[in-house]
């Protein structure tokens, strides 16, 4: 069993659900990553996403596009993110680690190598933003024989014969985005997100997870009702953002963050 | 005289294939958000491209609003002067709005009209398609949205009143380099969050499918036009084909209806900023390498890590480090051929049209003009040339007077 779906797993007998922290690696400088990793495990995460900094995130609203652009300063490469990964691994073994980004940097190193060097270094799944399945299937192949998990992400636009695609080629969990448009952006509306799960629940028997618009503790309880997990992202770059020249407030303040979500989602 | 119409057939395929793939480039990477709207365009374009009356309603624009047929002009004193083969011009800068950017707003914008949708959004570089947007919008009675790189904002600040006096809104983007490639960033974020009420007019063959074909079909009225045209003229076709290329729209609307003339030989001209040797230049067929940005597959200029670098060009409409999946097919395949000429060669062909035969091309057209002249002694007398004029030099005459001191 992977590392995503054992987490999975656990969570479900203990009646759980997942609390998943997106931060950019390199974001505000390379130093401080694999530390902000173990404090958001400390904080209650049950799973850490890591973003690989692009020069073009499209998908991404500004919040996540500055946070590139810091990392992008110290050029932070797709081969400096498995680094921090690796050094994570040598202290911490059980929490599952997704890298999000975009399809160019790893075009580059190679589809092969870069699976291989993935799975070395304690990487469990990959969500390439701009990589639909149907242009995927190369990747997927590389993945497979390396036991690293495809995630896809599916939108609230996302027709049937898509779900179906999409659920086909997919392991680990689903991220279902929330609402239209870019991440960071305005609140989501519970109701729908439920309505559409539930449809979804029909094609797959992943875990599905929500994000893009989670951005306080109320929203996170509300939607971690539904869904198996949520991905809180731009929330805790902003106070990455914040608090840049100042590594021991950023720690302290995406541990408190966490912690408050932590316990909102599990007072449900 | 059939026979021989056959000889000359290179037979290439139909590109691209239902999936949008040039060979291995071009495709469709782009996140699961944007694919509900990029379906709804392939199956509105897919509708539309075959039925009369939306084919009758553009070729009528086309005629009346736009101008065309556009002609196709003997540079003979030009031609006479650098002693070569006759340099023919087809004058895509007499278009209304100044370049061929319009061909393809006007397509995009009847679409979007029948699409029901209300607001366009457009990204662009030197402003020329931005215009040409605002443009069309303001006929139709949309709402128009233009992304623009701060950077560019500054340098085509003439281009930006333009927009304005027509209705639409410029909004500057300080994302990345600031230039184009951001402006197309923030347009596809915008489309996401607006896609209801919103049609994105891409101004080149770039983007994810169906733009790269959709962009070309509303180009090939240039090629089309000037197939017959230079038949008419000279009795045949004629021996090279010369274009700009930035994102690659000009050039593959003259280019297509060649592509399977194999007698016709094809160039494609980039921008080769300070020369190719200095890495400041934007020609990614010249110096690229295959990645995916906006959408899809194709040459890219980027660094070791798979990051999107800085293009440096005098003509902001080449500014973009990517070019269109066609283009990187046609160049694996051989068929076409890319180059690259200098800032300052461009400027030098600049002058010496405006000069000696009377017509101010832009900046961007002068990368060809500047290539055409070298080839046009290489070929020498006897051969024919024909060169996309894609637009007209007005908005690039503060550029051109700043290098040289002046301010106007
Ligand atoms: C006159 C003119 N020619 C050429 C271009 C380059 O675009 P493309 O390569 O798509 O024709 C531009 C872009 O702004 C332009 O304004």
């Known amino acids: ?268 | 005289m059939t026979t021989n119409v056959i000889d000359r057939q290179a037979n290439l395929p139909n590109m691209p294939d239902e999936k949008g793939h040039f060979g291995i480039y071009g495709g469709r990477f782009i996140a699961e958000t944007l694919m509900a709207p990029i379906e709804e365009l392939t199956k509105a374009y897919e509708v539309f491209k075959s039925d009369p009356a939306f084919i009758a309603e553009l070729d009528k624009d086309l005629a009346d609003y736009v101008g065309r047929p556009s002609p196709v002009y003997l540079a003979s004193h030009w031609s006479e002067h650098l002693g070569g083969a006759n340099i023919y011009l087809k004058r895509e800068d007499l278009n209304h709005t100044g370049a061929h950017k319009v061909n393809n707003t006007i397509g995009q914008a009847l679409l979007a009209k029948r699409m029901g949708k209300t607001r366009i959004i457009a990204e662009t570089g030197a402003g020329q398609h931005g215009v040409a947007s605002a443009t069309v919008a303001a006929r139709l009675g949309m709402e128009c949205v233009v992304y623009m790189g701060e950077v560019d904002v500054q340098r085509q600040a003439a281009n930006v009143y333009r927009m304005k006096l027509l209705g639409a809104k410029v909004v500057p983007v300080t994302s990345g380099s600031k230039t184009l490639k951001d402006a197309l960033n923030e347009a596809m974020r915008d489309w996401v969050t607006n896609v209801d009420n919103t049609f994105y007019i891409i101004g080149t063959v770039a983007g994810p499918h169906p733009y790269p074909e959709m962009v070309r079909d509303f180009q090939t009225v240039i090629g089309r036009e000037a197939r017959e045209q230079m038949l008419a003229k000279t009795g045949r076709l004629p021996d090279a084909l010369v274009a700009c290329v930035g994102g690659g729209s000009n050039a593959i609307g003259l280019f297509h209806p060649f592509l399977n003339d194999k007698d016709v030989e094809i160039y494609g001209v980039e921008g080769g900023g300070d020369g190719l040797e200095t890495g400041r230049h934007a020609a990614p067929l010249c110096k690229g390498k295959p990645g995916v940005l906006h959408g899809n597959r194709t040459y890219l200029m980027e660094d070791e890590n798979g990051q999107i670098i800085e293009t440096h060009s005098i003509s902001a409409g080449l500014d973009y480090p990517g070019v269109g999946p066609e283009h990187a097919w046609l160049k694996d395949i051989g068929r076409a051929n890319y180059v690259a000429v200098t800032d300052t060669e461009a400027l030098d062909a600049f002058h010496a049209l405006t000069k000696i035969e009377g017509i101010i091309p832009a900046l961007e057209s002068s990368h060809a003009l500047a290539y055409a002249a070298k080839l046009a002694v290489k070929m020498g007398k006897g051969k024919n040339i024909l060169v996309n004029l894609s637009g007209r030099g007005d908005k690039d005459i503060h550029t051109v007077a700043a290098l040289e001191g002046i301010t106007v």
């Open chain 1, 1 to 268: 069993m992977s590392r995503l779906s054992k987490r999975f797993a656990d969570l479900a007998s203990n009646g759980k659900k997942a609390l998943i922290p997106y931060v950019t690696a390199g974001d505000p400088d390379p130093t401080i990553t694999v530390s902000l990793m173990h404090a958001m495990v400390e904080a209650g995460s049950d799973i850490i996403e890591i973003g690989v900094p692009f020069s073009d995130p499209m998908a991404d609203g500004p919040v996540i596009q500055q946070a590139c652009e810091r990392a992008l300063i110290h050029n932070v490469s797709l081969s400096d993110v498995l680094d921090m990964v690796t050094t994570f691994r040598e202290t911490n073994q059980e929490t599952p680690v997704v890298l999000m980004g975009y399809l160019n940097p790893v075009e580059v190193m190679g589809y092969q190598i870069f699976a291989q060097r993935a799975a070395a270094a304690g990487v469990d799944g990959v969500l390439t933003v701009d990589l639909p399945p149907e242009e995927a299937e190369d990747l997927i192949v590389a993945f497979e024989a390396n036991k690293i998990d495809p995630i896809f992400l599916v939108s609230p636009e996302s027709t049937v014969d898509r779900f179906k695609q999409i659920t086909k080629y997919s392991r680990g969990f689903l991220y279902y985005v929330s609402l239209k448009g870019v991440t960071g952006v305005k609140s989501i509306d519970a109701e729908a997100v439920g309505h559409k799960l539930s449809e979804l629940r029909d094609y797959t028997g992943l875990p599905i997870c929500v994000g893009f618009g989670i951005n306080n503790a109320q929203t996170a309880a509300t939607i971690s009702k539904i869904a198996n997990g949520v991905v809180v992202g731009s929330a805790v770059v902003k106070r990455i953002a914040e608090n840049q020249n100042d590594q021991a407030k950023i720690i302290e303040e995406v541990k408190s963050f966490l912690a408050g979500l932590r316990q909102a989602i599990d007072a449900n």
